[in-house]
């Protein structure tokens, strides 16, 4: 019997590239390791994609060394797995332990270091016990963590063209099942069948999974967009809007269209016109050498908004839906070829209600690339 064996889904130039990048980051900010506890980290170095991540259970590690290969402190269970990647120190312990998940392997692959970076800043988290990391800080006593959150956002930041191969892949899926819709989608069918619909579809186009998907419907706009699907009925005068995270190879599109069931009037014809014109307006200051906020501001003033009108205008996309930067008034990140990043404006319509856009893009030098298909300034009519 031949057994399958999982082929990373990239090859090991591409993890040995991320990594000697990250060591001589670490070699300019005198740190000596790198430890990680979340799932993108460990996959970004290590090629390592498992959906047992979902389980709490179990902790996994990788520290990164300044010289040499990552180093895998994982659970017994994902030994097989590790093995394909382009690794060759992986340390296993059995798992879930009455009383050491991993903390004595972690204390002495970490001895010999003293300066250890970790994720610490916003959009990070620490992916195992509490009790385990003061368990392990006290029992490293000439070691200190640090914060090492910018160094390694600003290494994901920017994607190699394998990366945005992958991530033009899955938008394209997008794509096509949106242009789907006509078939798809039709006055008097629940939410629920259009969330059903879509996300078969999403499969059927060649996504792997599909994660996230959200969306709304309402007269002249939706009051609510992150509300899990229910019976409601797309009426003739409804917005409908979904809002998908299909994935393929680890890498996700995140991008949404709006459709009008029925003729739509002028202030959803106008309001939808209104967002896609803000995006063509980001196209043009979205260059190398600009920063997030130039292209958050120039969304706003064309949209005539406040700093205070919303949260953020869009983010960066890859191997997790959001990502960092974020599209703020506050986040000066300069904009370098390679990055990936969601336009996202919306418009408040008044009593609750709202619109929103979203596109994909690649940071290019000149114009940047789209990698979902760009909406028509007409918002798409479902006439079934």
């Not at 890498?251 to 009037?265: E, K, L, Q, T």
Request: glycine fraction near 8%; aromatic fraction near 8%; charge should be negative.
């Amino acid at each position: 019997m031949t057994v399958s064996t999982f082929t990373p889904d990239f090859s090991n130039d591409e993890y040995e590239t991320r990594t000697s990048n990250a060591q001589k980051a670490m070699q300019d900010e005198g740190l000596d390791a790198l430890f990680f506890t979340t799932e993108a980290e460990v996959r970004y170095f290590t090629g390592f994609r498992t959906l047992f991540w979902q389980s709490p259970t179990r902790p996994w590690f990788l520290i990164v060394p300044r010289k040499g290969k990552p180093i895998a402190v994982i659970p017994l269970i994902g030994a097989h797995l590790m093995q394909t990647t382009w690794l060759d120190d992986i340390r296993t312990f059995s798992a879930p332990h009455p009383t050491d998940d991993g903390v004595a392997l972690l204390k002495d692959a970490l001895a010999s270091y003293n300066n250890i970076g970790m994720l610490m800043g916003r959009e990070s988290c620490l992916r195992m016990p509490l009790r385990d990391f003061e368990r392990l800080r006290d029992a490293l006593p000439g070691s200190q963590f640090t914060d090492a959150t910018a160094l390694v956002q600003r290494l994901r930041m920017i994607k190699s063209e394998a990366e945005i191969a992958h991530l033009r892949e899955i938008c394209a899926i997008g794509s096509r099942a949106f242009d789907k819709a006509p078939a798809l989608f039709y006055e008097g069918q629940t939410l629920e069948d259009v969330f059903r619909a879509f996300r078969i579809e999403l499969l059927q186009q060649g996504a792997e999974d599909v994660p996230y998907l959200v969306g709304g419907a309402g007269p002249e706009g939706y009051l609510d967009v992150i509300s899990p699907p229910t019976s409601q009925r797309l009426q003739r005068g409804d917005v409908l809007m979904l809002d998908t995270g299909a994935s393929k190879r680890g890498y996700f599109c995140d991008f949404d269209r709006n459709f009008s069931v029925g003729a739509p009037n002028e202030t959803v014809q106008r309001s939808h016109q209104k967002l896609v014109e803000a995006i063509s307006e980001a196209t043009k200051v979205a260059r190398p050498g600009k920063t997030c906020a130039d292209i958050y501001s120039a969304m706003a003033r064309y949209l005539n908004q406040s700093n205070s009108d919303v949260g953020r205008s869009g983010h960066g996309l890859g191997m997790q839906l959001t990502e960092a930067p974020s599209l703020t008034d506050f986040d000066h990140t300069l904009l370098e070829e390679g990055m990936v990043l969601t336009l996202e404006p919306s418009l408040d319509l008044g009593d609750g209600k709202m619109m929103v856009h979203e596109e994909n893009i690649v940071i290019r030098q000149g114009t940047p690339e789209f990698l979902s298909k760009p909406a028509s300034p007409d918002i798409y009519v479902i006439e079934r």
